[in-house]
């Protein structure tokens, strides 16, 4: 300690002003910093929030709405025995129906959802709507899995072509992968017909390869014969590198009112 | 940011600690509600169409 300091009340030094002023530049600094760290924290839990929403809450929100348009859907009740015929109760099995072409339904306005896709070997998995459309404000992240417009309509002669998400927004093809050459893929339209599809071949081709859609798969000049499915998805997952794809074919196809199809009946 | 926050709400520490909670859960379900699903098709994944 100085004399000066002890000779109060007089006024502060030139060397006490000085550090006065330093200690304040100090504390500005020192605030200033704290407000960036502050916002930066801040910053860092905003982020941790929005994987949390689009990871976690979009699938919570999309369940529930999905589950909602598919029984909303003006489906007509599928026919169920009756134990007292003889037989015990349970499904009727619908009769495979190849012998003639089956009914196509005209493509609907865009946002409309005209069908339903199952899958059996994604047990566990919900029945899931499909949509007319493929961009995500409308359809994709609000309505489930959509239709290519301009593509073939279930059963008819092209390519049925659908894409849904693989990761978030309910993830109705989260399990793409684990799809086999002949599993069944089960579409029912509001139309009340079942159309069955059998997988045929899965690949994984880059975002750009829009001939995966073609009426014909792979080869977009061709004039189709057959009819076609296609699923696309984002490949790896979380991921929009690459398109997971799954190609099919059309099996059979039969009304609801004969019951329902062998392959969505448990252990069949 | 914080610090001049906490001395500016009233009441004891656990009334502010409450408000301050509360702000944070209204803050967190504006974000889920309106920011994220403003700023979802920006982020770079999610894509699972072929073309374009």
């Known amino acids: ?91 009727v099995i619908a009769p495979p129906r190849r012998d003639e072409p089956p009914p196509v339904m005209a493509e609907p306005a865009h946002g409309t959802t005209f069908a339903t896709i199952q899958v059996p070997r994604w047990a566990g998995e919900p029945e899931r709507p499909i949509s007319q459309g493929t961009d995500r404000a409308t359809v994709l992240d609000v309505l489930g899995a959509g239709h290519y417009e301009g593509t073939a309509m279930p059963g008819d002669v092209g390519n049925f072509a659908v894409a849904g998400h693989r990761t978030t927004y309910a993830k109705p093809f989260n399990r793409v992968e684990e799809l086999q050459v002949g599993d069944p893929l089960v579409i029912r339209t509001t139309d009340n ?43 790896p997952m979380f991921s929009a590198r690459e398109r997971f794809i799954v190609h099919g074919v059309l099996d059979y196809w039969a009304p609801t009112s004969d019951g329902i199809p062998a392959e969505l009946v448990g252990g069949a | 940011m914080y610090g001049w926050l906490w001395h500016r709400l009233p009441g004891p520490a656990a009334v ?18 309106w920011l994220f699903p403003a700023i979802a098709p920006f982020m770079p994944f999610n894509e699972t169409t072929v073309g374009e």
């Open chain 1, 1 to 91: 300690m100085t004399s000066e300091t002890t000779t109060e009340p007089a006024a502060p030094t030139r060397r006490e002003r000085r550090k006065a002023g330093r200690s304040h530049a100090r504390d500005v600094v020192y605030s200033v910093v704290g407000v960036i760290g502050e916002v930066l924290i801040t910053l860092g839990v905003l982020l941790f929030a929005f994987l949390l929403w689009q990871l976690w809450w979009t699938d919570v929100v999309g369940n529930r709405v999905q589950a909602e348009i598919v029984a909303e859907l003006p489906f007509e009740p599928v026919p169920t025995a009756t134990p007292s015929a003889g037989a015990p109760a349970g499904p």
């Open chain 1, 193 to 235: 017909i079942w159309y069955v599809y059998r997988v045929t071949s899965t690949q994984v081709v880059p975002p750009s390869a829009i001939d995966v859609i073609a009426p014909v798969p792979g080869d977009p000049g061709a004039v189709p014969t057959e009819r076609f499915i296609t699923l696309t998805t984002c490949h």
């Open chain 2, 16 to 33: 502010r600690a409450l408000i301050l909670t509360l702000a944070a859960l209204a803050v967190l379900a504006a974000c889920f509600l």
